[in-house]
């Protein structure tokens, strides 16, 4: 079992960057983890997954202002956050899982979910 914890969440202002890290005791996040976000009333979506053969998917809509990365002795998971705007103001979560069969195509689904941490990012 994994139980993911985040940090490193904050205000800022626009424009500005911030790092998250999630750790969880021993796992070495190879595949199916990633970041999350959530604003109230609107739908979770994926910002930066690794993927069951080891790919990293991001979401568009960051257009490469964000990084995933990794540091498997600390057993760390991070983003890297820069040039961020309002609209990226948010609950952000970490989470791992398992690769799992989807019709015909092997697909992660996610269990383990950290506790979320606050973005929040004024003009």
């Known amino acids: 079992q994994v139980r993911p914890v985040e940090s490193g969440g904050g205000s800022v202002r626009a424009g500005g960057s911030l790092q998250l890290a999630c750790t969880a005791s021993?796992?070495?996040?190879?595949?199916?983890v990633g970041w999350f976000r959530q604003v109230p009333g609107k739908e979770r979506e994926a910002l930066a997954t690794?993927?069951?053969?080891?790919?990293?998917t991001y979401l568009d809509s960051i257009k490469g202002r964000f990084r995933i990365s990794k540091d498997i002795t600390k057993s760390s998971l991070f983003l890297t956050m820069n040039s961020l705007q309002p609209e990226d103001t948010a609950v952000y979560y970490c989470?791992?899982?398992?690769?799992?069969?989807?019709?015909?195509?092997?697909?992660?689904?996610?269990?383990?979910w950290g506790q979320g941490t606050q973005v929040t990012v004024s003009s």
């Open positions: 989470a791992a899982g398992t690769p799992e069969w989807k019709g015909f195509s092997l697909k992660c689904a996610y269990y383990d």
């Open positions: 021993g796992y070495i996040f190879n595949n199916c």
């Open positions: 690794i993927e069951t053969d080891g790919s990293i």
